[in-house]
C-alpha cells in the first residue's frame, strides 16, 4: 500500500524553482531514501509534505487521501525530524517529550508512559532529567527522533538524521532506524551519505536542482552499474597533469578522480592492468595500489548525477559544522 | 484529536518557561510602583492615588505584554522551537490563541498589582469593577495582540524590543493619560483616537474616577475591533512569512 504519493510537485520561491516537478511514493513499512547535494530539495520538499512550505504546483496523498491544500489534516499522522534541533532548550528530555506528546493531544498518563518508554529505548534514561541544553549534538538528535515518534506516527520524516554528529552516535542512530523500521514505521529519510542510503533503504530517490534524476529500488539501480569494470589506482603524484595525455591514450575508457591522488578506470569489458601501470610508470607517477572495485551505490549516483561524492559531501559536512555553531542553511 | 490539550500545554509551557520567572514577576511588581512614584514627583500639587490608577494600570498591561510576546515569540523564531509548534497538527489560529494567552493573563495580573498596593493607601470604594475587569482584559488583549504583530514582523530579538518602543512610547503620550484628549493639538488628535490604548484608559478612567470623555460602549467596541483587526492580521503574516 503507497502511504505517500507525489505528483508533480513543484515550489518556486521569488521565480526560483527550488523543487521542478517531482514525482515518488513510498510504501507502507519501507524506508525511502532521498539524496542529493545541497541545495537539492530535499528540505524543501519534506517541507511541502510537512506542512512547513506552502505547494506551488502538484498533488500529495497520505493513505490515499489528498492534503494537497490542508497539511494540518495530515500533520497528526506525520512525526518529523528536521536537520537541526527544534526543541526547548530550557526543558529536560523527559519534559521535551511529554510536551510533544500533548502538542498531538496525547492524554497525560498516556505521554508520561511514552516518554519514558522512548527514553529508555533510545539510552537517555539517565539523562531524562537533564536540560537539553546540556545534551551532546548526538543526544540531542536522538531526543529528536524520539519526540518525532512519540505519537506513533504513520510516517517518519528524517532530515539528515546523521549529519554533524560523532561515529559513535550516527552509527546509534542507523541502528535506531534500523529498529523502528523493524517494528513497522514507515521512513522517509533525506541524507547525503551514499553508504547510509544503500545501507538503509528499500528504495531511493536522487534529487538534483530540484528534479528527481533516478527512483528506483537498490536493487535496481545497482543494475545500471552491473557488468561494468572498475580499477581503483592509487598513484604516487598529480595525476591531473597527465589527464589529458591519459584520454587521449586510452579514449574507450571512462575516467574518475578520487581523492588523495586516486583515480578510477571504467570499461564495460575486462581489461588488464599493465598498459595502465606501464603508462603511469613512464610518467614518474608510481602506482602505490591497484584495485579491483565492486560497484555500489555510489557509482550509480555519480553516473547518474555527474556529481563527485566526495565535492558532495564535504559540502554537507561544512553545512552541518555551521548548523553545530547555531547557523545553517536549508536545502 | 484533543487540540484543548496541547492550547492547555503550550499555555502552561509558556507560563513556567516566561512569565512565572522570578524577573518578570518582579518587574510586575517594580513597574507600577516605579511609575506611581514618578507621577508624584513629577506632579507640584498633592496627588491622589486613586487619579493615578487608571495610568499605572494601563501602562502596567502595555509595557508587561507586548515586549514580552514579542521577545518570547522571536525567541523561540531563532531557536527553531517554534517551528515545532507550527508542525503540530492544530490550527494556526488555535496555536496563536494559546501562545498568547500566557501574555495576557500576565498583563491582567500586572494591571491588578498597582490595585492591591492602591487599596492600602486610597478608599477605592465605588469603582465599578466590572467596568474595570473588562477594561483590562481588552487592554491586555490588544496589547498582546501588538505584541504578536511586532513578533511577526521582526526577525531578531533586539528588533522586537526596539519596535515595541516605537509602539509604546507614542501611545504613552497619546492615549490622553499625560495629556488630556481634549489639551492635545487638533492635528493630533485622529492619530490619539488610532491607538487601542486611548479606549482602554478612557474606560478605566470611567469606572475608576468617573472622568472618562468617550462612550463606554464605544471603546469597548473598538477594543474589540483592534484586538480582531491585529489578531487576523498577525496570523495572516504568520501564514505568509513563516509557512514559506
Known sequence: MKIIEVENLKKTFNGFTAVDGVNFYINQGEIFGFLGPNGAG?????????????ITE????????????????????MGIVPDESNLYEELSGWENLVFCGALYGMEKYLREERATQLLQQFGLAEAASKSFKAYSKGMKRKLAIAAGIIHQPEILFLDEPTTGIDVAFARQIRNLIVDLHSKGTTIFLTTHYIEEAERLCERLAFIVQGKIVREGTVEEMMKETQGENIVNFTLGGDFTKIEEEFRSHFPDFNLRMGKNNDVSIHSPSTFTLFP???????RSLPVFEAKIVRPSLEEVFVKV?????QKMQSEQNQKGRKSQKGGGSRS | MKTWIAFSSILMKDMRSYYLKPP???????FPIAWTLMFFLRSPVAVEVRDLLPGVMALSILFGTTS???????????SRSFERL???????????????????????????VPVIFASFLSDLSGINWFMVLGSVILIAITSTFLGLFIAVSVSQVFEAQ?????????????????????????FLRPVSYALPLTYGADILKTAINYNGIISVPLSFLMLLIFSVILFAYSTYNVNRKWIL
Open chain 2, 68 to 78: 514580552m510576546l514579542a521577545v518570547t515569540i522571536t525567541f523561540e523564531r531563532k
Open chain 2, 86 to 112: 507550527l508542525l503540530a497538527p492544530i490550527s494556526l489560529n488555535l496555536l496563536m490563541l494559546a501562545k498568547t494567552s500566557g501574555a495576557i493573563m500576565f498583563g491582567v495580573v500586572n494591571a491588578f
Open chain 1, 305 to 309: 548525477t555527474g556529481i563527485e561524492l
Open chain 1, 58 to 77: 502538484g498533488k500529495v496523498k497520505l493513505m490515499g487521501e489528498d492534503y494537497t491544500r490542508n497539511a494540518k489534516k495530515a500533520q497528526a499522522m
Open chain 2, 162 to 186: 526596539t519596535f515595541s518602543n516605537f509602539f509604546r512610547f507614542p501611545m504613552l503620550f497619546l492615549c490622553g493619560l499625560f495629556i488630556p484628549l481634549s489639551d492635545l493639538p487638533a
Open chain 1, 42 to 54: 530535499k528540505t524543501t520538499t519534506i517541507n511541502m509534505l510537512t506542512g512547513m512550505a506552502k
Open chain 2, 24 to 30: 518578570n514577576i518582579s518587574w510586575g511588581l517594580i
Open chain 1, 276 to 282: 595502465f601501470v606501464q603508462f603511469f610508470e613512464e
